[in-house]
Nanobody
Framework: QVELVESGGGSVQAGGSLRLSCAAS????????MGWFRQVPGKEREGVAA???????IYAESVKGRFTISQDNAKNTLSLQMNSLKPEDTAMYYC?????????????????????WGQGTQVTVAS
């Protein structure tokens, strides 16, 4: 099965930017739905942005206009460009993939939709 490894987290001042990457162990191009989630201790995992097999995207309202999800098929990499970061964006960020071919964005911000997860990368935004 596909393995996912995130990178790119770190600490940044409010208003700054970070770019997260998720490297997949095999090509996911045109097959899988993939997404980014985040979680803070004591809270449920929250969908941030996701993309279906056709490249259609969906974003949480809290990040619209600030975050951009993209996929580099040649590198089997899913990215999340995060701009204008806020302290409330502080969380562990996880990459996720659905293990079977899928399409449609309706359920992509639900953590129960995905079965494959990376180990997470920490993002900390200081005020």
């Amino acid at each position: 099965q596909v393995e996912l490894v995130e990178s790119g987290g770190g600490s940044v001042q409010a208003g700054g930017s970070l770019r997260l990457s998720c490297a997949a162990s095999e090509s996911t191009s045109g097959r899988l739905c993939m997404g980014w989630f985040r979680q803070v201790p004591g809270k449920e995992r929250e969908g941030v942005a996701a993309m279906d097999r056709y490249g259609r995207t969906i974003y949480a309202e809290s990040v619209k206009g600030r975050f951009t999800i993209s996929q580099d098929n040649a590198k089997n990499t899913l990215s999340l460009q995060m701009n204008s970061l806020k302290p409330e964006d502080t969380a562990m960020y996880y990459c996720a993939a659905k293990a079977v071919i899928c399409s449609g964005t309706g359920a992509l911000l639900s953590s129960t939709f995905f079965g494959l997860w990376g180990q997470g990368t920490q993002v900390t935004v200081a005020s």
